[in-house]
């Protein structure tokens, strides 16, 4: 049995919202490390954040962590962000972006979004504050926010980038990868649906070898030395400069990373094929289909969000029940987080902020996208959405 059947087993869906992209190959690496003898943070950890890097285009710094989560607070605890700091961020996102602040004693700041679904840059200095440290804008789906306008802010007020580009491995904006160190820090996931997956893992990129430094520290409880330094230079004394947390990425996953990351291009060269597929095959249909990134610039393709028009004449919710019923499964990228019980309990807003994220949730749907996807399974996907909405 292949990997993939493997894979296929576990849902029950004709075609799946994901589908991690696992061959031989990945498993072979696993092994090897496995058989190495060297489980944590060691060699092949160093040989993915090198490998990383040179992919961004060499000048990033990259320390790998044990997810993107964890990457984010790593970078914002090293760039001095704590209690009574506030973090700008957008409404539409995973929890995990807001988790992150709010884990450090510092308040995320909700705003809303663009026809982009990314945050909406001129609604920012509303946001601003005496307390406002930072921004984190989230590339959703894989496509670039607007960092120009975002870095223009910024500058003006003094305030920090940090970029949740989760979903945004490989994308460039400007004619710059993101993560090759535009911004302060940039931090990617590697969870089992994202663009290239470690099982669970994420690499904080920056332009500051000292930052990248204070991050390595960081990521491994805030000792001095990681345990790779220490057993190869047979040196048993360590040092506790600061609180850090347990956030080292292990070369088990770093082994599955550098196979995907050798695959990258590959991977997302079929999920832009697949993204050009759905623009020409549900043309003519009451969807309004995701923005397309400018001239030159890549889209990451991690999702492909449409919006069911109001002519649909059927409710998302109705629509998503459907498409399950056809084997198709779909999903919606997010409940914004002011819908959320936490964030509405901890957080100080009106849901009348919201009202750009409150209108394309309502009509938020996300297609089936992944490279491991056959043309079958795309068609399948076409012709489900087009029996419902013709
Ligand atoms: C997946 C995701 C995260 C968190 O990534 P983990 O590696 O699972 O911690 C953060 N932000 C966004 C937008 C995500 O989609």
Known sequence: MTASNAMNQLTSFTVPQSRADITEDEI?????????????????????EKAFSDYLGGKAH?????????????ALKALGIGPGDEVITTTNTFTATALAIYHLGATPVLVDID????????????????RTRAI??????????DMDAIHDIASRKGLLVIEDAAHALPTSSRGEMVGAGRSAATVFSFYATKSITTGEGGMITCPDPALAERMKRLRLHGINSDAFNRLNGNSWLYDVTEDGFKANMTDISASLGLVQLAKLEKMWQRREKVA?????GLKGLPLTMPAKPLPNDRHAWHLFMVQLQPEARIHRNEFISLMAGLGVQCSVHY???HRHTLWKKVLDFDVREFPVAEKAFSRSVSLPIFSSMTDSEVNTVIEATRSLLQ
Request: glycine fraction near 8%; charge should be neutral; aromatic fraction near 6%.
């Open 115 to 130: 026809h982009t679904l990314c945050i909406d840059p001129n609604r920012i200095e509303a946001a601003i504050t005496s």
């Open 335 to 337: 409940v914004p987080l």
């Open 62 to 74: 990259t320390t790998a962590t044990n997810s993107a989560t964890l990457g984010l607070t790593t």
């Open 28 to 48: 072979e690496a696993v092994a090897q490390t496995l058989r190495s003898g060297w489980l944590t943070s060691g060699p092949a950890v160093r040989k993915f």
């Open 276 to 280: 050009e597929r759905y623009y020409e």
């Open 136 to 145: 984190i804008p989230v590339h959703l789906g894989g496509l670039a926010c």
